[in-house]
């Protein structure tokens, strides 16, 4: 890995996961249940973009969902909690 020092600016590693798919024509739903297409996508982030550094893409529903709790998941929005258990 490079040392930061020698990039001469600094470190570029965008969040840009989500608005990645339209270079891959697949779906934000796709990319965080399949993990070959989400790789698909992030390289062509790299390819076009060619960031500094990267992340995956998050779906921060994970430990709702984990727990039982109900997730809303659309083809090209993030997903949510649409309920919880406790009601008093």
């Avoid at 779906?27 to 992340?55: E, H, W, Y």
């Avoid at 998050?58 to 709790?69: F, K, P």
């Amino acid at each position: 890995m490079e040392n930061i020092s020698s990039l001469g600016h600094a470190p570029v590693i965008p969040l840009s996961g989500a608005n990645g798919v339209k270079l891959t024509g697949t779906t934000l739903k796709q990319n965080l249940t399949n993990s070959d297409i989400q790789l698909k996508t992030l390289r062509a982030l790299k390819k076009r973009f060619q960031p500094d550094g990267m992340v995956m893409l998050m779906d921060l529903t994970v430990e709702a969902e984990a727990i039982g709790l109900p997730i809303h998941f659309e083809e090209n929005e993030s997903p949510s909690v649409s309920g919880h258990h406790i009601h008093n």
